[in-house]
């Protein structure tokens, strides 16, 4: 009996040791590194909370019981911030309510002001209709006759897709702010509104930006995704990955399982918030539609369900690389981090039958030091970084081809010139983007080489050496060694080849690839 009894003890005491531990938790950012090839899809499987990678480890945000998990199973860890809350809130001016970052109702009301200031030049708020949890999801547009559909280019920017990602509501309101405070006075303020329609959703996922003022109210909040009950004890599906184009392609990046940050829903645009958007985006027509999130200083563009490029990569590159240029940002990272099924910018390009096509960016605001909520001191810079990058994207809706790098001109030419005195002729190829100015460059003294691989003399070498032990004719070639890193050299030739339609460059390459990881 008495056995019985210290048994039953033991039990429960265990039981409430195990919920109270559940329930303090911290959140923990750590490395979970990749020691053998084999890891590498065993992490993927567990969908964690990615928000960094390198070479040999992913970084994630996670508890101790997590990590335990992921140690049980051989992976080694290593923790790099050990408490976030405290790390964040060590950041924040104590002075300022969540150091900075307003509430949903803030927001709101901040909205509301930019609406009631500017009749002329804001419209009314448009309801986009009801999140899962009953709340209201606004839109406003700022043009010249603002509540009347006019024939003018449209483009949209959002925020707060994901709830934790809370410094892009306030890019959002400054550009609100900066179209409207400056429409009298600043010519280019007022020829943006006068001749575009352009369209703000400062929260896109209102119930989950309110879930982390509940759970976290002093404004650390690591909530991302929507309020979604799933039925078995977990809340939440990634609006981002909820979106109809190629919904569930696959499992990378995009989840089945309701408990994963990335969970992408039932079906595709299963979520009453997707929805919203998407009946909104239909009703209009986006030239161009950003959504801003946080954090990696990247402009990502389609497509994002797996690694290749569209057909309009040459107008993505130049819209990219000019907001880009303007941001300080990185365009199109090519990253693994990034790949994922049910994204925005992939429905925005992709859908073309229900919609035309919108040429569709996420911008991931601040660095990885800033996180998910930057340090008080960060969040003035941040806003400025990307004012004027939104300001180009409206002023380009109507002229995106326009943001390219002009084609070189056609020359009309004979092939050899053996005189001293000739005459050049050029064509524009594109009349719509002609270059502002070409540099011509005369090349003589061409050469037909037929390099051994023996010497560097035919090449600048970066990179390379001398190898001996494989070759094609003579004794050696070029050698790239055997790397465990990624491999980058390359050999420049030092005097001009002449290369006409039809000609061949022909090489003989020995390579070795590892298996799982080349390819
Ligand atoms: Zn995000």
New binding site residues.
């Given amino acids: 009996m008495s056995y019985r009894i210290l048994a039953t003890l033991i039990a429960i005491s265990i039981l409430f040791t195990t919920l109270a531990f559940s329930a303090n938790q911290n959140n923990i950012q750590a490395r979970v590194f990749i020691d053998a090839k084999p890891q590498l899809n065993q992490f993927y499987a567990q969908h964690l909370d990615v928000v960094n990678r390198n070479y040999n480890y992913f970084e994630i945000i996670t508890n101790q019981d997590e990590l335990n998990e992921l140690e049980a199973i051989g992976f080694r860890t290593e923790v790099v911030i050990d408490d976030l809350k405290k790390f964040i809130l060590s950041r924040y001016d104590k002075t300022r309510p969540m150091g900075g970052y307003m509430t949903l109702s803030e927001i709101n009301d901040a909205v509301d002001v930019i609406v009631a200031d500017h009749p002329d030049i804001v419209s009314a708020k448009v309801d986009l209709g009801q999140t899962i949890e009953g709340r209201t999801m606004w839109a406003v547009k700022i043009s010249d006759n603002p509540n009347v559909d006019e024939d003018e280019p449209e483009v949209l920017f959002t925020s707060a ?2 709830a934790r ?1 809370v410094i892009t509501p306030l890019v959002l309101l400054n550009v609100m702010d900066s179209l409207t405070d400056k429409y009298a006075s600043v010519p280019y303020i007022q020829s943006l509104v006068d001749n575009y329609e352009t369209w703000f959703v400062p929260v896109v996922n209102p119930d989950g930006y309110y879930h982390n003022e509940v759970i976290a109210p002093g404004g650390y909040g690591m909530w991302r995704k929507n309020r979604r009950d799933n039925g078995d004890g977990t809340f939440g599906v990634d609006l ?1 990955r909820n979106f109809g184009y190629l919904w569930g392609y696959d499992d990378i990046g995009s989840s089945p399982n309701t408990d994963d940050q990335t969970y992408r829903g039932t079906g595709p645009f299963s979520e009453p918030e997707t929805q919203n958007m998407r009946d909104f985006s239909i009703a209009h027509e986006f030239e161009i539609s950003v959504y801003y ?1 946080s954090y990696s200083n990247l402009y990502l563009w389609p497509w994002s369900y797996n690694l290749t490029t569209t057909e309009d990569e040459d107008i993505f590159v130049g819209l990219g690389d000019s907001a880009c240029f303007l941001t300080g940002y990185t365009p199109n990272y090519i990253n693994p981090l990034y790949e994922a099924n049910g994204g925005t910018c992939d429905w925005y390009y992709g859908e073309q039958t229900l919609k035309n096509k919108s040429y569709s960016f996420v911008v991931e605001v601040g660095t990885y030091e800033d996180g998910f909520w930057p340090a008080t001191s960060r969040i003035v810079p941040l806003i400025n970084e990307n004012y004027l990058a939104t300001l180009f994207l409206i002023e380009v809706i109507d002229s995106v081809e326009q943001a390219m790098v002009p084609k070189p001109p056609a020359l009309i030419l004979e092939d050899t010139v053996d005189h001293s005195s000739y005459q050049v002729e050029w064509t524009h190829p594109d009349p719509f983007n002609p270059g502002v100015n070409y540099e011509l460059v005369e090349y003589s003294d061409y050469s037909q080489v037929t390099d051994p691989a023996d010497n560097f003399d035919n090449f600048i070498n970066n990179g390379f050496t001398l190898g001996y032990s494989r070759f094609h004719s003579d004794y050696s070639s070029f050698y790239s060694g055997m790397s465990t890193a990624n491999f980058s050299g390359y050999l420049t030739t030092r005097n001009p080849v002449l290369i006409k339609p039809g000609d061949i460059f022909r090489f003989w390459t020995f390579y070795r690839i590892e298996d799982d990881y080349d390819y």
């Fill in positions: 897709i994901h990602e981002n999130h």
